[in-house]
């Protein structure tokens, strides 16, 4: 089982960045797909997630009208499209996988500093 998150790095505020986590080893079709975010010294907390279907999403009052969380389960893999970056966006993002078990990927790391 893997989860390879991609797409991280450093952008300005106000800048986009599209996060890509490709999954494999396990039915992804049949996984609810989210993202997580840590912030140093702060706890992990959950971003975005995504239905199996991709039909129901849901997001955290942070990023509500900035993110947007989408799925291509013919390509295993969950993208989180950022728009309208904030200073407090920074932090590492997880790729979670939650079904019959759950996974996680490694992290990529986005920071938005002008």
């Known amino acids: 089982v893997q989860l390879v998150e991609s797409g991280g790095g450093l952008v300005q505020p106000g800048g986009s960045l599209r996060l890509s986590c490709a999954a494999s080893?396990?039915?992804?079709?049949?996984?609810?797909m989210s993202w997580y975010r840590q912030a140093p010294g702060k706890e992990r907390e959950i971003v975005a997630y995504?239905?199996?279907?991709?039909?129901?999403?849901n997001y955290a009052d942070s990023v509500k009208g900035r993110f947007t969380i989408s799925r291509v389960n013919a390509k295993n893999t969950v993208y989180l499209q950022m728009n309208n970056l904030k200073p407090e966006d920074t932090a590492v993002y997880y790729c979670?996988?939650?079904?019959?078990?759950?996974?996680w990927g490694q992290g990529t790391q986005v920071t938005v500093s002008s």
């Open positions: 995504i239905s199996g279907t991709g039909g129901s999403t």
């Open positions: 080893g396990f039915t992804f079709s049949s996984y609810l």
């Open positions: 979670n996988a939650r079904g019959v078990y759950r996974f």
